[in-house]
């Protein structure tokens, strides 16, 4: 058996990479016993000053035991673990491979769950097919991406803002699916701000839900956005929803990192169904409408020029290089203004222009601008600069 390593971002289709199984000398055995015990292996004694025999949950691998050693002080605490490691690679539990994954790749383990209606004329729950698959995948990666932002700072709705962030993060998710479910691994304790705001975010979007449907206010889901929520959060969890009796999220800390403060021992465990779909539609228009316009003064370079009169205005598109969280916008300038963007586009120039980011169009686009102006830099600055615009284009 072989598991996948390194960071891989969260896809679905592709097939796993492959790699060697975790090195027994780096395994902390009570790392190990805990997450034995997580996944419902049985401890079946054995002096527990010195190690525990444990055995996979009744009927998923009979016969199979692991000696597992109390501490890593004995002398053949290496060698306990090595045919630890190896009973686990050849175990037919479905439990062994997560215990591997979470030993290969320590992280916080997230889980995404769909209840799928039985077939018609049966009682038992259908494979999910392809779609169900793809939509529990797009779920679960833009959950992700609206904790990631809202683990920087708090928006009501974020449209581009971010994406830059969001994907660095995801980048450092290790993905596995199995089953109706989903499962990613997030870096523990660097990865950590993304995944408690995530958890917050959505127990504050469940208990505004609850009160929607109770009270008829909305006013619980603006209250909700300093918890976390966000438009893209309401969309991710309408995904997980739609087409299903029921879209469960569950977190198991990372053993090595142990509980983030303010979790104590309570299981973390948000559920959504089919009723709730009606609150959230409001919740997602809600959170648009309240996100203001943004003032900005932005630096950027012209990497993009339109115009269908020669004398008329035309379109610009800019490559932010700071002062806004986009990459891109989109301005309309008249004349005069076009013909700035021209110059210093040719000449390979940033410019800096004023204007507000509107949020129709996930704020990719300025308007009331006012500027251009070419900006002066440092011969090595502006090398960086250009060397940055090429790395974001693939070149």
């Given at each position: ?36 015990a997580r996944h419902g292996w049985v401890r079946r004694g054995g002096p527990s000053a010195r190690y525990g025999r444990w055995t996979p949950p009744e009927g998923t691998d009979p016969g199979v035991s692991l000696l597992v050693p109390a501490g890593d002080g004995f002398d053949d605490a290496v060698d306990l673990l090595t045919d630890a490691v190896t009973a686990l690679a050849r175990s037919a539990s479905p439990s062994a491979r997560a215990i591997l994954l979470a030993l290969a ?291």
């Amino acid at each position: 058996m072989t598991l996948p390593h390194g960071p891989m971002r969260p896809t679905l289709g592709e097939p796993p990479q492959t790699g060697p199984l975790p090195d027994p000398a780096a395994v902390d055995p009570a790392v190990l016993a805990t997450l034995l015990a997580r996944h419902g292996w049985v401890r079946r004694g054995g002096p527990s000053a010195r190690y525990g025999r444990w055995t996979p949950p009744e009927g998923t691998d009979p016969g199979v035991s692991l000696l597992v050693p109390a501490g890593d002080g004995f002398d053949d605490a290496v060698d306990l673990l090595t045919d630890a490691v190896t009973a686990l690679a050849r175990s037919a539990s479905p439990s062994a491979r997560a215990i591997l994954l979470a030993l290969a790749v320590p992280g916080d383990e997230l889980q995404w769950h769909r209840d799928l209606a039985a077939p018609h004329g049966t009682t038992a729950p259908g494979a999910a097919p392809w779609d169900d698959t793809e939509r529990l995948r797009h779920a679960a990666r833009a959950m992700l991406a609206a904790g990631a932002k809202a683990g920087r700072t708090r928006a009501a709705y974020f449209g581009a803002r971010l994406d830059t962030w969001a994907g660095d993060f995801l980048d450092r998710v290790l993905v596995v699916t199995g089953g109706s479910g989903l499962t990613a691994y997030t870096p523990a304790p660097e990865g950590r701000a993304a995944v408690t705001t995530l958890v917050r975010a959505l127990e504050a979007l469940r208990d505004a839900v609850d009160y929607r449907r109770v009270s008829g206010g909305g006013e619980a889901f603006e209250n909700a956005v300093q918890s976390g929520v966000s438009r893209e959060l309401v969309e991710s969890v309408q995904e997980l929803v739609r087409g299903a009796t029921a879209g469960r999220f569950t977190v198991a800390w990372s053993a090595a990192a142990g509980t983030p403060g303010g979790f104590g021992d309570r299981r973390i465990a948000v559920e959504f169904s089919p009723g709730d779909l009606p609150a959230l539609g409001e919740a997602a228009d809600l959170l648009e409408r309240i996100e203001p316009a943004v003032a900005v003064t932005l630096v950027g370079l012209v990497v993009r020029l339109k115009r269908a009169d020669p004398a008329g205005p035309g379109s610009v598109r800019l490559r932010v290089l700071g002062g806004a969280e986009v990459d891109e916008v989109k301005v309309r300038l008249p004349d005069p203004a076009y013909r700035t963007a021209v110059e210093a586009h040719l000449a390979g120039t940033p410019v800096r222009i004023s204007g507000r980011l509107e949020r129709r169009g996930g704020f990719r686009r300025l308007v009331r601008p006012t500027g251009p102006e070419p900006c002066g830099l440092e011969e090595a600055e502006r090398e960086r600069l250009l060397k940055t615009l090429g790395e974001g284009r693939g070149e």
